[in-house]
Nanobody, 126 residues
Framework: QVQLVESGGGAVQAGDSLRLSCAAS????????MGWFRQAPGKEREFVLG????????YYADSVKGRFTFARDNAKNTGYLQMNSLEPADTAVYYC???????????????????WGQGTQVTVSS
């Protein structure tokens, strides 16, 4: 049974930092991309970043480049989204997802991913 368990969301002030985690288990494949997305009320799900778990290459959305970073613990199959300099516009439910994706230009599409976490709320107040 595949599980993606997210944690780390919360309510913070603008300029603060948060770290989200996504622990993956039961994956039926070893070569995959882990993606992070967010969805604000009334908006479409937005790509944040994608990491090729095999080679460690990371593709960031322009909206978070320079503020968000990613780290991982291979032994725990866990990815960490470090969010710095948070802004009210970052308020959303954040999701991690996993899929077998070949082309990097496909990382940004939710339909490219097979498995999804339950989401965790991040609220940034000004």
């Amino acid at each position: 049974q595949v599980q993606l368990v997210e944690s780390g969301g919360g309510a913070v002030q603008a300029g603060d930092s948060l770290r989200l985690s996504c622990a993956a288990s039961g994956l039926p494949f070893s070569n995959y991309v882990m993606g992070w997305f967010r969805q604000a009320p009334g908006k479409e799900r937005e790509f944040v970043l994608g990491i090729n778990w095999s080679d460690g290459s990371i593709y960031y959305a322009d909206s978070v480049k320079g503020r968000f970073t990613f780290a991982r613990d291979n032994a725990k199959n866990t990815g960490y989204l470090q969010m710095n300099s948070l802004e009210p516009a970052d308020t959303a439910v954040y999701y991690c997802a996993v899929g077998r994706i070949i082309l990097r230009n496909q990382y940004r599409y939710p339909n490219s991913y097979t498995y999804w976490g339950q989401g965790t709320q991040v609220t940034v107040s000004s």
